[in-house]
Structure formats: structure tokens, C-alpha cells
């Protein structure tokens, strides 16, 4: 099982970007997906969760408006889009799927497969 977590590293406040984190090795279309947040001195925080179908989505408030999740159930890929980021998004990200349909979805423990995490800085 691999999931491949990349995007741009550094930008300015209000810039924007795109993470995206390819899969391999489980039935991507069987799980929901997610990307988490750690900043330095923090726990890891859920950002957003896309459905399998890719249909429904959820979100942290602090991201709602600004962020998008969205997966290629073709690609084995999900990604987040990043518009007007913030210092405060300044963290690794990191993505990873979930088999057990949950309303627990921004509970890491309920995520079974977990990539090894991207860094954004968010800096002027």
C-alpha cells in the first residue's frame, strides 16, 4: 500500500495550490479519503473527507470557503486545493483513506492507511 503525497512546499498568504496524493496497492473506490493537518507543537487535525463516490465532502471551519477535496476514482488519486491559504495553514499534510463508513470521519484512528505527509509553509 502506497499513498504518494505531493504539491507545491512554499507560497505566500493568499496564494493558492494543490495537493494531490496517489494511491496504490488497495481498492481506492472502497475508501473514503482525507487529508489531516500537523503543525509543529500540534496534534494532527482533520481538514477535509470526500466521499467514495466522491459526491459528498466535509470540511474543519477554519478551511470551509477556501479548501476543496476532491478525488479521480480513475487515478487512484485524491486531492485538496488550497485557495487564499493563511499563515495558521502552515503544517504537513498528509492523506489517508478510510474503509469503515463512520460518522467519526475526522477521527485519525478511523483511517487505516496514511501517506507520509507533504510540508506547506505559508510565508511572505
Known amino acids: 500500500v502506497q499513498l504518494q503525497a505531493s504539491g507545491r512546499g512554499l507560497v505566500q498568504p493568499r496564494d493558492f495550490l494543490t495537493l494531490s496524493c496517489a494511491t496504490s496497492?488497495?481498492?481506492?473506490?472502497?475508501?473514503?479519503m482525507a487529508w489531516f493537518r500537523q503543525a509543529p507543537g500540534k496534534e494532527r487535525e482533520f481538514v477535509a473527507q470526500?466521499?467514495?463516490?466522491?459526491?459528498?465532502?466535509k470540511y474543519t471551519d477554519s478551511v470551509k470557503g477556501r479548501f476543496t477535496i476532491s478525488r479521480d476514482n480513475a487515478k487512484n488519486t485524491v486531492y485538496l486545493q488550497m485557495n487564499i491559504v493563511k499563515p495558521e495553514d502552515t503544517a504537513v499534510y498528509y492523506c489517508?483513506?478510510?474503509?469503515?463508513?463512520?460518522?467519526?470521519?475526522?477521527?485519525?484512528?478511523?483511517?487505516?492507511?496514511w501517506g507520509e505527509g507533504t510540508q506547506v509553509t505559508v510565508s511572505s
Open positions: 489517508a483513506g478510510s474503509w469503515t463508513l463512520s460518522d467519526k470521519y475526522d477521527d485519525p484512528g478511523q483511517y487505516t492507511y
Open positions: 496497492g488497495f481498492t481506492f473506490t472502497l475508501y473514503e
Open positions: 470526500v466521499s467514495r463516490s466522491g459526491r459528498s465532502t
